[in-house]
């Protein structure tokens, strides 16, 4: 029997003999006149309540000695369940009078000081990679931002719970993941995985945490390399040009580096820290300059000394920046703790291969050989995303080398070599609709609009706005802007919204009102 029902038995029975010994009184009346007893009575409740927070840090200690011994699986299991007996046990401490909170709260915090150095010593010794779990859990990484002292208890501590607070703007925000953008969330995390191991080691060498990598990415890209917004921020990160040049992306033999991942995520990294060094270190603040600029925000948050949720700075911001932060930060809290929400992760197997081809092929080819072999959803977006530079229709020539994960390597070798194989593949890219002309170097316009008008690097709401549309489409009766987002293939309401002058969170229609169709693709 857990302790703390062995307590509450007890107890009873205690009561129930003091009863027993009162005479005629009523029980009301014993209790009335005994006030210690019930102190006493409530400290029995209280020390139970501490004791199963104690015992919940404690496994969660053990489970990271699993994790240093390499049983990742067992550990984030173990993890996994610390963490919700702690949250019961704050829970419950909460609704008890006399309880002291900040107790449990230091377990939480001890337990979230000794997962991060766990993971920073693993990263140390150079041992094997643990931030995904063989069982497809996300990795648990906090590691510390740059800088400062300050800026390590962002994330660590009472801090991180400052940084990711579930207000109502965070709620929102955890709602859109989990509802009808779950499927772009999901989409993220398998196109991440596969990326991984070209955009994490800057992220770790610079001292970043890898969730807020993952939450820019889930926000503004979907996870798809060619993204570009109507205002013209482009790739997983959404550099718009200038602010891309200035920090290293330019133009490779004719490639925009803002396509390559590494290069980006290392443009990306280089921004946030100066930022960071501009902002207090206040990371919402710094999304905030991401998307909104950085000028706007040093001049709003007076160099970071007002933080992003005072109204001085919040609703002196454009309604896109009052919405990106958030959402980033509900994304990244969604990638360290899925379990809170049901959410579950598509397992992925991440090792990376090579294709070696012995025929001229396009990535269209090859992706359709592949089919759906090692990835139910087939290859496409995972080939076009590890070779940013060649264009998916662009024939390659024999000999010509292609990033692609191991298991897709496997594949090829498999099926894609054999000459009526060759030539089936051949005569499909071949293949054109009379009348109407091939679509060359496919694009996917990016997951989220660009940013408000102030120039952040990822661009302008107000280009955004005025993006120019030749398609329209007219209100039917019980249409929302979801479903005719939905309907016109397009992931965000945002380009919607900002096109047609719609304010959040109602994007208010008529029946019968005209809108215009931004451009989305897949």
Not at 15 to 27: K, P, V, Y
Not at 110 to 123: N, R, W, Y
Request: one cysteine or more.
């Amino acid at each position: 029997m857990p302790r703390f029902f062995r307590v509450a038995f007890v107890l009873a029975l205690c009561l129930l003999s003091a009863c027993n010994h009162s005479g005629s009184r009523s029980s009301t009346n014993a209790f009335a006149n005994r006030p210690n007893d019930i102190s006493a009575a409530s400290a029995v409740f209280i020390q139970a309540v501490y004791d199963d927070g104690d015992a919940a840090r404690t496994q969660g200690e053990q489970a990271l000695e699993k994790l240093r011994a390499g049983d990742s699986a067992a550990a984030a299991d173990g993890l996994a369940e610390a963490r919700s007996r702690l949250a019961a046990a704050a829970e419950r401490c909460a609704a008890m009078h006399g309880c002291a909170v900040e107790r449990i709260a230091k377990a939480q915090d001890a337990l979230l000081e000794a997962q991060t150095q766990a993971l920073v010593g693993l990263g140390a010794t150079g041992a094997s990679d643990t931030s995904t779990s063989d069982d497809g859990q996300p990795s648990p990484v906090l590691a510390a931002l740059p800088e400062s002292e300050r800026s390590i208890n962002l994330l660590n501590g009472q801090d991180l719970r400052e940084l990711i607070k579930v207000n109502e703007p965070l709620r929102a925000a955890l709602r859109e993941w989990l509802t009808w953008m779950r499927p772009q969330l999901l989409d993220t995390y398998e196109n991440y995985q596969y990326l991984r191991y070209k955009m994490w080691p800057t992220y770790a060498k610079n001292g970043l945490p890898e969730a807020v990598l993952f939450g820019i990415m889930a926000k503004e890209s979907g996870g798809k390399v060619h993204a570009v917004s109507p205002s013209g921020a482009s790739g997983l990160l959404q550099f718009m040009p200038a602010t891309g040049k200035r920090y290293g992306l330019g133009a490779d033999n004719g490639f925009d580096q803002r396509f390559d991942p590494t290069a980006s995520t290392e443009a990306n990294a280089a921004y946030l820290n100066d930022q960071l060094k501009r902002l207090n270190n206040d990371l919402e603040l710094v999304l905030g300059a991401y998307n909104g600029g950085e000028s706007r925000m040093v001049q709003l948050s007076q160099g970071g000394a007002r933080r992003f949720w005072d109204p001085r700075v919040f609703q002196a911001l454009a309604p896109e920046t009052r919405e990106y932060v958030p959402m980033v930060l509900a994304a990244a809290w969604l990638f360290l703790h899925p379990e809170d929400y049901g959410l579950r992760w598509p397992k992925v197997d991440q090792r990376p291969g090579e294709i070696n081809l012995a025929t001229a092929m396009s990535l269209n080819e090859v992706s359709i050989c592949l089919g759906q072999d090692g990835n139910e959803r087939g290859w496409f977006r995972t080939m076009r995303n590890l070779n940013p530079r060649w264009q998916a229709d662009t024939r390659l020539p024999a000999g010509t080398r292609l990033e692609a994960p191991a298991r897709a390597a496997e594949a090829f070798k498999r099926r894609c070599t054999a000459p009526e194989m060759v030539a089936r593949l051949q005569a499909l890219q071949d293949a054109r609709i009379p009348g109407v002309a091939p679509r060359v170097g496919v694009r996917t316009v990016a997951a989220s609009s660009a940013a408000p008008a102030a120039r952040g690097a990822t661009g302008s709401a107000a280009a955004s706005a005025t993006a120019s549309s030749k398609q329209t489409h007219k209100v039917a009766k019980g249409e929302t802007l979801i479903t005719i987002a939905r309907k016109h293939g397009c992931n965000s309401l945002k380009d919607f919204a900002s096109m047609n002058g719609l304010s959040a969170p109602r994007y208010s229609l008529r029946e019968g009102q005209t809108l215009r169709v931004p451009t989305c693709g897949a």
